[in-house]
């Protein structure tokens, strides 16, 4: 599955696009930073709730290619700034964490 | 890379914004180095974990990283508290991370046990009132 298809989904909004063409490995769903730190996948595509500039730093370090704010949060102008120029696609929608891994999970099957 | 190459941090205290700055430095530095990304990725995640630590408990400190043929060395120094139970400290869960800080995503107690998961030599020096200093090597 490429980033594409999930910027495609009809219930997310693209806060940052990203590289479109990223090949993706997984869905991965945490909320504890400490935990995704240990365990968010390289090329992944991280749902979570928790919204900060730490939640940034993480995606970074674990070569997370999109991360998909669950619940209707966002992330802050500079966050997103700073998103962009690493290259992390970043999403919000109104669905729970579950929901739209699910869909997502589904836009990846071939 | 037949030199070692050695790069230094000063990690503010409780600027929760700033915090991985430096591990996100190293990261891009061991990036253009060529360096390995299963490499990178277990040096990133181990540092980031320490450099949280310090600015959670230790109000900052500093990071010298350095880089020879054989492997990445981090050492990370603070003039913090110290840790006055290690065994207890490296249990996964165990924190003793405030409210504040755990209410950002932090203080799940997986600082410690994550550090030594991603690296292949870990040691901690601590002295109660006066400070730590945790080495970790991370072998190329």
Redesign the interface.
Known sequence: MKLQNILELPECRVLVKGNPDREISRVFCCDLLSIAMGKAPADGVWVTVMGNKNTLAVASLTDTACIVMAEGVSLDEGTLEKAAEEGIAVLSTELPVFDIALEIYEAGRP | MSDELIFTYQIDGDD??R???A??SV?NKLKMLGVG?DAI?KV??AM??GE?NMVIHANGGTITVSVSDTDITMVLADQGPGIPDIDKAMEEGYSTARDEVRS????????LP?MK??TDEMKIDTVIGQGTTITMKVNL
């Open positions: 929760f914004t915090a991985g700055e591990s996100s990261k990304s990725r990133a995640i980031y974990e949280i950002l995503g932090f203080g799940a107690g997986m600082g994550n998961r991603f």
